[in-house]
C-alpha cells in the first residue's frame, strides 16, 4: 500500500478516518488510535469492555495485514 487511499480501501474505512489514525499514531504513538472517542447519539447496546476489545483486536489485524503485505516481519516481532 503506498497511499492514505489504498490503505483506506484495503480496511474498508473512509481515507479521512485513516488520515486521522495516522496522525493520532504520529503525534501520539499506537496508545492514541486505541482509545475509545465518545461519540454522540443513542448509547451504544455494546458494553464499553467489549468496545475496547474489538478496537484492539481490529487494529492488531490492521497491523498485522499491513506488515504482511509489505513483508516487513519485523513489526510483528512486538506483538508476539
Do not use: D
Not at 474505512?13 to 495516522?22: A, D, G, I
Not at 469492555?49 to 503485505?69: G, K
Amino acid at each position: 500500500v503506498t497511499t492514505v487511499q489504498a490503505a483506506a480501501e484495503l480496511i474498508g474505512r473512509n481515507r479521512s478516518t485513516v488520515q486521522e489514525w495516522l496522525r493520532g499514531y504520529r503525534e501520539h504513538g499506537i496508545v492514541e488510535i486505541l482509545s475509545h472517542k465518545p461519540r454522540v447519539g443513542r448509547k451504544p447496546k455494546i458494553p464499553t469492555w467489549a468496545q475496547q476489545a474489538l478496537t484492539i483486536c481490529y487494529m492488531l489485524m490492521w497491523f498485522i495485514i499491513f506488515a504482511v503485505r509489505h513483508e516487513n516481519l519485523e513489526v510483528l516481532t512486538w506483538i508476539t
